[in-house]
């Protein structure tokens, strides 16, 4: 089973190695998983850790067609794994996801009876789909994801998902559409983001116990608030507990996910449950 320590993947087959190619601190609202387009993942790995004088590119895992593992950097820094990219009214996505590199050789090019990947290598028909793509283009010869990277990659967004309190599980091809077609139609993305996003409904229910607490956009009172304050009562989900601080999503329609002081929230037990279902909580401007 994986975990998440210190910002760090922990389990069997994940190994880490630095990336020179990152920014700053990263709290992240998305998921991105990418295609490689490369030979392997070892190739891979090489190449987002050699640092460029221009267009170094990075992101947090490389994730292996036998399952294993490579963390690039920590989940709280930021990796160049997006480019020029949006979503929701947001640019620069880099800022704002955690991005996953699959080893995969991506689209191909059809010669004769035979597939082959940019790179040269042939590949044989049970290790390709025929589909189009979702934003078009004709049928094209795709390279499949193994069964056990698949179920890596599942397992990786529902931890992911939770642990950061995520807002949507993306491919490149979202965030850069008519840039970039990764992950590609081989790659179960919708089915994958569904099933992490509906995992979230079985975190920690706490309840604020102070009369105003502020929810903040980092750990610390250095970070400022980034919606209303919270008031006493109010019910928020438990994504990470930190030293002294914990990042909370609040049970809202806006669904809001930051940073709030740990002692003033407390595990949501049947009298606050009934109480805060009779009496819900107010918000106020902070």
Excluded at 78 to 92: E, I, K, M, N, Q
Excluded at 194 to 218: D, E, F, H, K, M
Excluded at 230 to 250: D, I, M, P, T
Aim: proline share 6%; net charge positive.
């Amino acid at each position: 089973m994986l975990t998440i320590d210190n910002h760090r993947l922990v389990g069997e087959g994940v190994t880490f190695r630095t990336t020179p190619n990152h920014g700053g601190p990263l709290s992240a609202r998305y998921l991105v998983f990418h295609y490689t387009a490369g030979s392997s993942c070892d190739s891979s790995v090489e190449s987002l850790c050699t640092q460029k004088a221009r267009g170094s590119a990075s992101a947090h895992l490389v994730l292996a067609r036998d399952g294993r593992i490579v963390q690039l950097a920590p989940f709280n820094v930021v990796t160049w794994h997006a480019g020029v990219s949006c979503w929701d009214g947001l640019t620069g996505l880099n800022k704002r996801s955690i991005g996953i590199e699959l080893d995969n050789a991506g689209r191909m090019q059809r010669v004769g009876e035979k597939f082959v990947a940019w790179f040269g290598k042939e590949f044989p028909a049970a290790d390709v789909l025929l589909a189009e793509h979702k934003h078009g283009g004709g049928v094209m010869p795709w390279h499949i994801y193994s069964e056990v990277q698949l179920a890596r990659a599942a397992e990786l967004a529902q931890l992911l998902v939770n642990h950061y309190g995520l807002q949507d599980v993306l491919g490149h091809e979202d965030i850069a559409p008519g840039r970039k077609q990764d992950p590609g139609p081989a790659f179960p993305l919708a089915t994958l983001a569904r099933r992490a996003l509906r995992s979230q409904a079985s975190l920690t229910p706490c309840v604020v116990t102070s009369n105003t607490l502020n929810i903040r956009s980092g750990p610390g009172v250095s970070f400022d608030p980034i919606a209303p304050a919270l008031l006493r009562g109010a019910v928020v989900l438990l994504l990470e507990r930190g030293a002294g601080w914990s990042k909370v999503r609040v049970e809202r329609p806006d669904g809001v996910a930051g940073w709030v002081n740990q002692r003033f929230i407390a595990p949501r037990n049947k009298q606050q449950t009934r109480r805060t279902r009779a009496h819900p909580p107010r918000y106020v401007s902070g």
